[in-house]
């Protein structure tokens, strides 16, 4: 991936970028100084930042603020197209990370600014497609991807021994007795940390782990067994109910 400190918007708005990542690849923890949005066209990227991760599944993206320390993961082959954005593009540019819809228009448009150049003149096509893109943006759809990480230490490890262990039974009953918590608090802190409850936190997770899972080529009944799901049809349930479609289709569409 291109280094920001080798970019120069002096020319233009935004410069894209197209990378392709093996699989098992990785980045290590870096920043750039200026907005990225990260589309995946294949495989499954997972995004770890300081304050949660993102998993971005074909077909969406992740923007990233200015500024923002982040390391990835690469699952399956993954074709990407990033957009480095001047953060003084715009003034009302997204403020968080956040896992987004690209739509139709703005996936042609990340397509044909890759041929543009550098330099344009004012009122040509260029400078419209360049402005469109970033309109598209101020209205992406946010998607439910992102898992945000709690901020006490307690509540992290829970975290993590479910996400260890994704099978176990981790109603919130019995996580909140695993904290000496009762429900309602270990919900109420979660909500305030997190903006999930701990059931909703879970099920996050879950759809998160079975994302990479698929891009591994692993099969579906196997994949909701381990993720403790009690059969094929209710893991496939939660995930059409999320994503419009079944977990067999989703990376054959």
Request: net charge neutral.
């Amino acid at each position: 991936m291109q280094s920001s400190a080798s970019l120069s918007f002096a020319h233009r708005p935004l410069i894209p970028v197209a990378h392709d990542y093996p699989h098992g690849a990785t980045e290590p923890w870096h920043q750039h100084d200026c907005a990225q949005l990260l589309h995946i066209i294949s495989g499954v990227v997972r995004v770890d930042t300081q304050s949660g991760c993102w998993v971005i599944p074909p077909g969406r993206g992740v923007w990233l603020p200015a500024g923002t320390r982040h390391a990835l993961r690469i699952t399956g082959q993954v074709a990407a197209r990033t957009l480095f954005i001047d953060p003084l593009a715009r003034a009302d540019l997204p403020a968080a990370c956040q896992i987004v819809q690209i739509s139709a228009l703005l996936r042609e448009l990340i397509v044909a600014s890759l041929a543009l150049p550098e330099h344009y003149v004012g009122g040509s096509r260029e400078e419209r497609i360049y402005e469109l893109i970033l309109d598209e943006i101020r209205g992406m759809t946010v998607l439910p991807f992102g898992l945000a990480e709690p901020q006490t230490a307690i509540l992290r490890q829970l975290c993590r021994s479910m996400q260890a262990r994704p099978a176990d039974d981790w109603s919130s009953q019995r996580a909140a007795r695993l904290v000496n918590m009762s429900e309602r608090t270990l919900n109420r802190h979660f909500q305030q940390q997190t903006a999930l409850t701990w059931s909703e936190w879970v099920r996050r997770a879950k759809l998160m782990e079975a994302l990479i899972r698929l891009a591994q080529g692993q099969s579906v009944l196997a994949i909701a067994l381990e993720l403790g799901y009690g059969s094929h049809s209710a893991f496939t349930a939660m995930f059409r109910r999320v994503m419009g479609i079944s977990p067999s289709d989703y990376f054959n569409d």
